[in-house]
């Protein structure tokens, strides 16, 4: 599957603590000292950092024993975990005798927990990057508020969207995992401040559990839903709705542009997050003076042009078009416009309020006025493709997978991919190696992040 | 070599120091890559400063042959008092910080002797997975200067990426306030004394140039080069924290221009907002420049000022006279190119100090999009009011008020009190008013005339003192006390010893070791026997009389005619021939006269 770039050899001195003898494995675009870490990119393919990311610390702190690193789209840039200068991961699961897509760009993290290599992993969630591969492989994958677990150490691909996010077989061990990381990091100027984290604390001792009100946007039944995760998003909806929850459709007219902005922001900051490879203080460089005036190639052209995979290269060009002057009023401050937009949306429709937010948007909700509890959308809007199938497909293809977990990512806020079995009628038809299960994505408000493991753990136990 | 010359002669350390200082990062990328060539290899001239001298020298000459040839009938009829000058300046000084804007390793000027790559963060090396922290101490010496240039303090203000690849820049971009500059809309008042010239005061008392506005930045990493063809990367320096003062283009002489850089200096070491000077690299100026003929109005307008013509860049001048010059050596090139029917292109400009004309970097099409984006890592900077209200009651005295005040309190006159507060970085200055105030206490009421004695030690430290030391190194050394001075102009005062006796101490003062155990100013004048001890009025006149009588012809051409210079000559041989200290020249000169009168 090649889900490992690394394997780590040195044991946990002492194990104490709710992660004690755990095995956890981490993407590799999270720094540690006792392995190279590498983003899964020829241009670091050999760097070892001096010093661990605060949430490699806080597992070890809490007892866990850090296995391996495992394999990415380079830089976290990709939905299919093939742009990997370590060659692809893929998923344990076959249509047909092909592998299926493990869907990215933490891959490698969601394969390695899907065939019980480890106890659960670290993957980095930018658009998705968590939930799609946790989708796509059977097992559950959570990414927290932005701001709350720290990117110290954390390889930055678009930092006002990257989160950790967690993978894991249960939701309550992912709980386990975010409770230990869930922490002010002083060195992430991004980390929430206990202050702010208190406030949230204080706010929420609401109803959980039982009789949840349940978001479903309209505007996400779109027609590239197929038909196989249609019919899992409705059993689950009507599950839900027999357990006594109460179901409201509510409106997101942003969804489709929250994909374009997405793919304006994350490339803007990528080409900015990446500049500082250029082979000087480490990393990749090819011999010789890396310029060619005479062939209009300036300062690091062929560094950044060998060390880079196609994929990372797209990102940082398109990323620099929409950052020049000319383009930045049409492309960049647009997509600012519409990410506010989004977060406007999910506050009208949410109960409670945006901790962050002054009640510029106070929430309207639905008909009754009292807004939903949670969203529930499904994570992808199709079952994992074949590898044979992504290869066909265009960038731009590729990039529609993320249609139902960008506005999240653009909006900061809490979501997790939760497995659900597919319909019988629906396995019937899928081979036996086939994947077994869809995603549903759970979103919850800003800080919201318990109800929605909480809401996560009953979508779990739907049966 | 190098090392040999600048201990040969010390006065050269600044050049030479500054001269190895290689130009701004973005300046150099921005050029290197406007003619895409940056490689290691051609970026040599920059730090080969005495090739590059050739190289600027040989340009020079061949743009001067070039204008000698057909169009030089038109510049010769080149009339600039019919145009206006116009010059907006951009000032980039390092603060005065203990670490850096975005780590907290130690700041380049707080550690100057480190050794090269040691005082640096993972931030500062942008390692993967770091991420800036901002320093919240850098802010104060930069509220200091944002309230000492009488700016707006912003309350939220915000940090942006400015985009270009160059070696000394690790992260890729450098962190500034391109969109939310941190203080805004300051104001700078320029007299005569500073350096503005009349015509440009226009009868006035002072001009004012508008500050629009004051960011901070991070400064860049420096290279070294060792020759041939291998570049040194020292990040000891990345990331301190600069501040970028922009003035509005309301200058409008060379001459202005640089005593605004000037005053922008002294009052940002006066607030303790810089640690060092133009003449060390602690200070960078950029100047716009345009020109526009009197009585019409130009198509360009920038900074708010409308009217004016095409305006072009001269970047990264290092020295008060490089600005000067600069402005002059562009206005020039402007003028004549438009007299000559031509077009100011919008372009980048560099000047080589002694050159009499600015080269071109790169035209507009070279520009090069910096690509500036809001810093997602960095939340908004938000600055109390109660913060800039409790520095603008401690801000240090601003040179102005130290002048003001020195001529106040001490009778000192506009340029002595200039010169004093300007000298060694305030230190002279301290030294004086604790003289001072010693010689104060030593003289009793009577005498506490505190204008006199001011003048006095004014007098004493600056020229007397002042003239025994060329350098700032020198006068740090000054091995003679406040007590020891104060000693020595008391006894003068009290007419116990002559000006010139006390010169005399001063020198031998001087050379003597200050371990404790040299002689008192006291004891030095007993055991020289310098004390002054007056002639009797008797003793006066005779030792006149016999000098008259040995120099009659003189004494005839004298007498009667009140010629002052004949008189003044009895009065210096008396001084000559009686011991040193005895004969005061004033009461020689009375009984000189008393006797011609006589005679």
């Known amino acids: 599957m090649n889900a490992i770039i690394n394997e780590i050899n040195t044991p946990t001195p002492h194990s104490t603590g709710s992660l004690k003898g755990k095995t956890i494995a981490i993407k590799d675009n999270i720094v540690t000292t006792s392995t190279p870490t590498t983003a899964a990119s020829k241009t670091i393919h050999n760097y070892t950092s001096p010093f661990d990311a605060t949430v490699v610390e806080l597992l070890r702190s809490h007892g866990a024993s850090i296995s391996s690193k495992t394999n990415l789209d380079e830089f976290g840039m990709g939905s299919h975990s093939q742009q990997s200068f370590f060659g692809p991961t893929v998923s344990p699961f076959k249509r047909h005798g092909v592998a299926l897509s493990a ?45 709350l677990l720290s990117r110290w150490g954390v390889i930055q691909y678009a930092n006002s969207l990257d989160t950790v996010g967690i993978l894991s077989r249960r939701v309550a061990d992912a709980r386990t995992v975010f409770e230990a990381l869930n922490v002010f990091d002083s060195q992430d100027p991004t980390s929430l401040p206990r202050s702010v984290r208190q406030r949230i604390a204080a706010r929420k001792e609401r109803n959980s ?126 997509a600012q416009k519409i990410r506010r937009l989004v977060q406007q949306d999910f506050d009208r429709v949410f109960a409670m309020s945006h901790p962050l937010h002054d009640n510029a948007t106070s929430s309207t909700g639905d008909e009754s006025g009292k807004g939903v509890d949670i969203i529930l959308t499904p994570t992808a809007p199709i079952l994992p493709p074949t590898i044979e199938e992504v290869e066909q497909q265009s960038a731009v293809e590729r990039y529609m997978n993320d249609v139902f977990t960008v506005p999240p990512s653009l909006a900061g806020l809490p979501a997790a991919s939760v497995p659900v079995a597919l319909p019988v009628s629906v396995q019937a038809e899928l081979g036996a190696d086939d994947v077994k299960t869809a995603g549903m994505q759970v979103i919850g408000q800003f800080g919201d992040d318990e109800l929605v493991l909480e809401a996560a753990e009953i979508v779990e136990g739907l049966r | 070599m190098r090392a040999n010359l600048v201990r040969a002669a010390p006065t050269t350390l600044f050049s030479s120091a500054s001269s190895i200082r290689v130009p701004r990062a973005c300046i150099v990328s921005k050029w290197l890559q406007s003619h895409g060539y940056a490689t290691l290899e051609t970026a040599k001239p920059q730090t080969v400063p005495l090739r590059k001298r050739l190289k600027d020298e040989a340009k020079r000459k061949k743009a001067e042959a070039r204008t000698n040839s057909p169009k030089t009938a038109k510049s010769k009829e080149t009339q600039p008092e019919q145009w206006e000058l ?25 550690d100057s002797n480190a050794l090269p790559n040691t005082n640096v963060a993972p931030f500062d090396a942008a390692l993967p997975g770091t991420q800036p922290q901002f320093q919240i101490a850098t802010l104060l010496p930069a509220l200091r200067a944002a309230i000492a240039l009488g700016c707006e303090v912003q309350r939220k203000s915000g940090w942006d990426r400015k985009h270009y ?46 500050i629009k506005q004051i960011q901070m930045e991070q400064d860049t990493a420096k290279t070294t080069h060792h020759p041939p063809s291998t570049y040194h990367v020292d990040l000891n320096r990345a990331g301190h924290p600069l501040i970028e003062i922009i003035t509005l283009p ?16 002294g009052i940002l070491k006066s607030v303790d907002a810089c640690v060092t000077g ?72 560099g000047f080589t100090l002694g050159a009499t004309e600015t ?163 006291e004891q030095l004048i007993e055991d020289g026997n310098l004390r002054l001890r007056p002639l009797s009025d008797e003793q006066y006149v005779e030792l006149a009389e016999q000098i008259m009588d040995e120099n009659r012809d003189l004494v005839e051409t004298a007498k009667g005619r009140w010629q002052k210079g004949k008189m003044m000559w009895f009065v210096g041989q008396m001084v000559r021939r009686s011991e040193d200290g005895t004969v005061e020249p004033e009461k020689a000169k009375e009984v000189v006269r008393k006797l011609l009168e006589e005679a």
């Open chain 1, 103 to 147: 869907g990215g760009s933490s891959g490698g993290s969601a394969v390695a927990v899907a065939q019980g290599q480890v106890w659960a992993a670290l993957g980095t969630d930018t658009g998705g990057s968590v939930r799609l591969p946790a989708a796509w492989t059977g097992v559950v994958g959570f990414k927290p508020s932005y701001g």
């Open chain 1, 209 to 334: 559990a039982k009789g949840l009100r349940i978001g479903v946007p309209t505007s996400y039944i779109i027609s590239e839903l197929s038909p196989a995760v249609r019919a899992a998003y409705s059993s689950t909806l009507t599950s839900l709705q027999n357990s006594g929850h109460t179901l409201i459709p509510i409106d997101s007219p942003t969804t489709q542009q929250a994909l374009l902005a997405y793919y304006i922001l994350a490339p803007a900051e990528a080409s900015s997050n990446l500049a500082k490879y250029d082979g000087i203080r480490y990393g990749f460089r090819p011999p010789g003076p890396d310029a060619r005036p005479k062939l209009n190639m300036p300062l690091y052209a062929t560094t950044r042009g060998q060390g880079f995979g196609d994929e990372v290269q797209r990102r940082i060009l398109l990323g620099a078009y929409t950052l020049s002057s000319e383009a930045m009023g049409n492309y960049f401050l647009q």
């Open chain 2, 86 to 110: 116009t010059v907006g300046i951009e000032i980039h000084a390092e603060l005065n910080t203990a670490c850096k804007l975005f780590s907290s390793a130690p700041a380049a000027a707080a």
């Open chain 2, 165 to 210: 690849f160059h070696w000394d820049q690790p992260n890729g971009y450098q962190i500034t306030q391109y969109y939310q500059p941190f203080a805004e809309d300051g104001s700078l008042r320029l007299t005569a004394e500073d350096g503005v010239p009349k015509d440009d005061l226009n009868g006035a008392e002072e001009i004012a140039i508008g």
């Open chain 2, 250 to 265: 309301q200058i409008h002489s060379p001459q202005t221009a640089a005593a605004l850089a000037r005053k922008i200096q």
């Open chain 2, 278 to 349: 133009m003449e060390l690299g602690g200070l960078r100026a950029d100047v716009n420049v345009s020109v526009h003929k009197r009585g019409t109005s130009g198509s360009s307008h920038y900074g708010g000022v409308s009217g004016l013509g095409q305006r072009t860049e001269i970047k990264n001048l290092s020295s008060f006279a490089a600005i000067e010059n600069a402005i002059v050596a562009e206005q020039n090139r402007q003028i004549s190119v438009l007299e000559a029917g031509g077009v100011i292109e919008g372009e980048t400009r």
């Open chain 2, 359 to 521: 080269t071109r970097l790169r035209g507009k099409e070279g520009e090069v999009d910096y690509r500036y984006m809001p810093d997602a890592d960095l939340p908004p900077l938000i600055i109390g009011s109660d913060l800039v209200a409790h520095l603008k009651d401690t801000l240090p005295e601003l040179p102005d008020e130290t002048v003001a005040r020195l001529q106040k309190e001490y009778g000192l006159s506009s340029k002595d009190a200039r010169t004093l507060a300007s000298l060694d970085d305030g230190d002279r200055l301290e030294y004086m008013e604790e003289t001072v105030k010693l010689l104060s206490s030593r003289l009793g009421p009577d005498e506490q005339k505190k204008a006199k004695l001011g003048k006095a030690v004014g007098n004493w430290v600056l020229h007397e003192l002042g003239g025994m030391f060329t350098t700032s190194e020198m006068w740090q050394r000054c091995p003679i006390t406040e007590v020891e001075l104060a000693d020595l102009i008391a006894n003068v005062l009290q007419k116990q010893i002559t000006s010139r006796t006390a010169k005399q101490l001063l020198v031998s003062l001087y050379d003597l070791p200050a371990d404790g155990k040299r002689p008192t100013i």
